[in-house]
Each structure stands twice: as structure tokens, then as C-alpha cells.
């Protein structure tokens, strides 16, 4: 059974950090593209980060420069060490394990985490 299990959300205020976990279970986490996704009320999910097997990784525009995204295969587990927070960075925020093998995709989620960046 896989499971991707989150921790790490809070109330901040502006400016703040926060330092978001996730753990894995019941993959290969090594070889899979693990990653950061968030939705904020009333708008789609969205990609804040992700961070491939080979350790290459991919931030949104908005998070640049603020959040950074790491790994570590030892433990399973994926961060997201999360600077500078903004109000506009207030979202549910899911961990997501993905991998690609032609033809097929395996696809996983957590439950998500709450975000919340106000004064």
C-alpha cells in the first residue's frame, strides 16, 4: 500500500518559514520524480516544486529564489523548506510521487497540508 504522508503546515505570518515533510511508503521512492503541489480556495492545483531521481529540479516563477525542494533517499522522505512566505502563499499543499515507465504512469498523492500566511 503506498502511502505519502505530510507534516510541517501552519499559521505563519508574513515573511516567516515553514518546512514542510513528506514520507513515503510502499514504493521505490529512489526512482521516482517527487514533488510539491498546492491549491489555494477557488483556484486549480498548481506545481510549486519538484525534484527528479537524478536530484534536477523545477520550481514555479512565484516560488523562485524562496522555497527550496530536497530529497532524501535514506529516510524516503521529500522537503520543501518554504522562505519569505507571502499571503498569495496560502494553500492546501500536497506531496505527489510520480513515475514514468512507457507505456505506463504511476501516480501518487497525499493528503495535503494547510498553509496559512496572514498577520
Known amino acids: 500500500q503506498v502511502q505519502l504522508v505530510e507534516s510541517g503546515g501552519g499559521l505563519v505570518q508574513p515573511g516567516e518559514s515553514l518546512r514542510l515533510s513528506c514520507a513515503a511508503s510502499?514504493?521505490?521512492?529512489?526512482?521516482?520524480?517527487v514533488g510539491w503541489y498546492r491549491q489555494a480556495p477557488g483556484k486549480q492545483r498548481e506545481l510549486v516544486a519538484t525534484?527528479?531521481?537524478?536530484?534536477?529540479?523545477n520550481y514555479a516563477d512565484s516560488v523562485k529564489g524562496r522555497f527550496t525542494i530536497s530529497r532524501d533517499n535514506t529516510e524516503n522522505t521529500v522537503y520543501l523548506q518554504m522562505n519569505s512566505l507571502k499571503p498569495e502563499d496560502t494553500a492546501v499543499y500536497y506531496c505527489?510521487?510520480?513515475?514514468?515507465?512507457?507505456?505506463?504512469?504511476?501516480?501518487?498523492w497525499g493528503q495535503g497540508t494547510q498553509v496559512t500566511v496572514s498577520s
Open positions: 510502499g514504493i521505490p521512492f529512489v526512482i521516482y520524480t
Open positions: 525534484i527528479t531521481s537524478g536530484e534536477a529540479t
Open positions: 505527489n510521487a510520480k513515475l514514468r515507465i512507457f507505456p505506463t504512469e504511476s501516480n501518487y
